[in-house]
């Protein structure tokens, strides 16, 4: 398996880029979200890669964090789970968010990713749920947003759903609340909601 590729940009579209290795072109599908528009052509790149084989051909996908390629490998274990509808999702929220919804069974919010319907929400869940725990999700890193447990009674799942009643995009407000959990940790909502408004108030 390759398990991961360094080189610099040399191309980059919305959703996919190359990456000259070694004098190789290779190119490389990945997420839609902030921080793979920001990739910058001649950028030195470190992406964790999985390689999908059929019958038809080959296809490399890249992340930038390793969260992001275990979920993915997750994700596409299901079956109707292709690589396509396993980058919707990892475009569509952070892991985090989508191991909160998988844990708490939310099909509700699983079914609005793009290509997914709430029969495969559901089965998303039931094979997914007993498994995602093993991804070990760091509640500081960048993706992530809620520690194990903490989950939709949690102080950062009512602040963010008060965010994203406010008009916020989901994958923003989480960002924005992980950011002040990383100082602090044990505020209450109405510190992470006013903290946070002032950060996604600077953009």
Known sequence: MLAYIKGKIISYLSG???VEVGGFGLRLFTPITEDYQKLKVNEAIFFYTHLHQKE???SLYGFLTEEEQKLFLLLISVAGIGPKNGLNILSFAAPSQIYWWLVNEDAAQLKKAPGIGAK????LILELKSKVGSLNINPQSKSAAFTDGAFADSAAGQAIEALIALG???RE???QINAVLETKPDAAVEILIKDA?????RF
């Open 16 to 18: 996919s880029c190359v």
């Open 197 to 201: 408004l002032r950060l996604l108030m």
């Open 173 to 175: 407000a989480a960002k």
């Open 56 to 58: 038809d051909g080959s």
């Open 168 to 170: 916020y995009d989901q």
């Open 120 to 123: 495969t929400a559901q089965r």
